[in-house]
């Protein structure tokens, strides 16, 4: 399931995130983590107590690095990077359809648990209009939610490095990192839906009584 949710990761990605927003955030970023780093190194410099090397330069080294990687992860997922949704999603300017859907309608969750079931001519117009709002609130979760949890892990790992917090703390950003993971397969497990939808066919329909064009009852007049 992860291979396919990777898939659908890229291959939805640029449906869901703009590339000059995400440039443009990217930029910003850096321009943030450059003079962060700057600050940093003049503080390494002013700190370092004069002829000393080894693990200490190392150390320093790492330290700002991760500080580095941690502010510009963190400041580019402040930044806006999703479309805006278009002109069918609105009406009168507003918009009309949540695009940061993560649930489904309770007759299109069954299909998406771990175990694999066929999808019931019924639910199947369900699960096609569901999956898709399910799959673009994923990914668009995952853009926003990766670069924030891996600026929390570098910002950890910057602190472990330097030696001011303990190994327990800077633990648990990695935790909050393994949400990542799940959320690529829950992507795999919608995809599989989805594809099992396509391969239903549709409802038979319903056939009505042919309307009959004789009255109903009995044709005797009554006795005046």
């Known amino acids: ?25 990217a930029w910003i970023a850096g321009a943030i983590a450059i003079v962060a780093l700057a600050g940093l190194v003049v503080l390494a410099v002013v700190d370092r107590p004069s002829g000393s090397a080894g693990a200490g330069v190392v150390r320093s080294v790492l330290t700002i690095a991760f500080s580095a990687l941690a502010v510009w992860a963190i400041a580019y997922s402040c930044f806006p990077t999703a479309r805006e949704v278009g002109p069918e999603l609105r009406i009168n300017g507003r918009q009309i359809r949540p695009d940061g859907q993560l649930s489904v309608r309770a007759s299109v969750q069954p299909y998406l ?16 209009n569901d999956v898709p709002l399910l799959q673009r609130g994923l990914v668009r979760r995952l853009s926003r939610l990766g670069p924030l949890l891996l600026g ?15 190994v327990f703390v800077v633990l648990w950003p ?33 056939h009505r009584p042919p309307w009959r064009r004789t009255p109903h009852g009995s044709k005797l007049d009554l006795p005046e």
């Open 152 to 166: 929390v892990a570098s910002g950890g790992a910057a602190g472990l490095a330097a030696g001011q917090v303990e």
């Open 174 to 206: 990695f935790v909050y990192l393994l949400l990542l993971p799940d959320m690529v397969v829950r992507l795999g497990r919608a995809e599989r839906a989805r594809l099992s939808a396509l391969e239903t066919d549709p409802p038979a329909p319903k």
């Open 1 to 25: 399931m992860f291979r396919l949710g990777w898939q659908v990761l890229c291959g939805r990605l640029g449906e869901v995130v703009d590339p000059a927003r995400a440039r443009r955030a």
């Open 113 to 128: 648990e771990r175990r694999a079931r066929p999808v019931d001519p019924e639910d199947r117009e369900h699960v096609l």
